[in-house]
């Protein structure tokens, strides 16, 4: 029977082209909780936390939350959160297996749940986000920083509501949106709470910076998170205007995923080696076999968001497929 390692053996390698930064200084913060830190303005205005490391491979978000914290950036108004996520996950990384570290035993953003958040602590990575609860129950908008399995353009991964499409537009980059519903297994983060409900002021984002370990994930990073700040009128342009090195598309891309496709068996395989965003001109094509089920198209011009088999296992979606809106559905 094929494993999950033997599965990953059979992938292309990225070379690491990145230094993975030292935040073992940051772990004593300002806020009770380790390696999170929380600066006032005394001005009114909104909350704003960024988030590294909801998984412990994916470094863009720590470096550019470490970036900020040697800054020694402060708000001008309202409050700004630095914080680095599952950071024991982090630790453990392994350059010979950089898709091993994701999480210690249970993926940290699936389990953004009352239920789950308020009972027992049965694993490190759900002890962490526990840790992590209160502070999040305070944030009026959040940037989840995260990288993909694939080298692929970055994405912004909005949700489902209209407020985070809105959000995205206001933001202006990247040049691809995905509007989702998230993952069959667990809640993110981005969805929790307030961030979920179409009514509630708060709201967040998730942004798929580029593959792990490769630089331009840095940079899309750093310029994101410069960006998002300046849009959230927390810090003044001076401090983070050299952090801008990514030119805004000249139009954005905004497709909604319509079902994601999720593995019953270790024996999922592409029908070709898919790396994102690729355009299936016609209804019907084969793109993927499980087992002896075929995984089709649903509709022309299917958009493939995400796909990957390096963490196969129950409940793992593979592959998001997702349509282009047209001008009349994406809000101003």
Not at 292 to 297: A, V
Request: hydrophobic share 40%; with cysteine; glycine share 8%.
């Amino acid at each position: 029977m094929t494993t999950l390692a033997q599965i990953r053996a059979g992938l292309p390698r990225y070379p690491i082209e990145v230094e993975f930064p030292d935040i073992e200084r940051w772990k004593t913060g300002n806020t009770g909780i380790d390696y999170v830190h929380s600066f006032d303005s005394g001005i009114e205005g909104p909350h704003v936390a960024i988030m590294a490391l909801t998984h412990g491979n994916e470094v863009s978000g720590a470096i550019a939350v470490d970036e900020l914290l040697r800054r020694g950036i402060r708000p001008s108004r309202g409050k700004l959160t630095l914080a680095f996520g599952n950071v024991a996950a982090y630790h453990a990384f392994d350059p010979d297996d950089i898709d091993a570290t994701r999480y210690l035993e249970e993926d940290m953003n699936r389990v953004w749940l009352p239920q789950r958040l308020q009972g027992p602590a049965t694993t490190a990575d759900l002890a962490r986000a526990q840790q992590l609860r209160p502070l999040i129950d305070e944030v009026d908008w959040l940037l989840d920083i995260h990288s993909m399995h694939e080298h692929s353009a970055p994405l912004m991964m909005t949700g489902p509501l209209e407020k985070g499409l809105r959000l995205a537009a206001q933001l202006g980059t990247p040049e691809f949106v995905i509007a989702d519903e998230g993952h069959q297994n667990g809640r993110r983060l981005r969805d929790f709470g307030g961030f979920g409900q179409p009514n509630s002021p708060k709201n967040a984002l998730l942004i798929e910076t580029g593959q792990h370990v490769l630089a331009v994930s840095r940079q899309i990073a750093l310029d994101c998170v410069a960006r998002f700040l300046l849009l959230a009128e927390v810090v003044e342009e001076a401090a983070v205007a050299d952090l801008l090195q990514v030119a805004k598309p000249t139009r954005q891309r905004f497709l909604r995923v319509t079902e994601a496709i999720v593995a019953d068996t270790l024996d999922f395989r592409f029908t070709q080696d898919f790396k994102g965003l690729e355009t299936i001109p016609e209804a019907g094509t084969l793109i993927a076999t499980d087992g002896e089920r075929q995984i089709r198209t649903p509709y022309p011009n299917c958009v493939l968001i995400q796909p990957s088999i390096r963490h196969l296992g129950s409940g793992v979606t593979v592959v998001r497929l997702a349509r282009e809106l047209g001008e009349d559905e994406v809000p101003r």
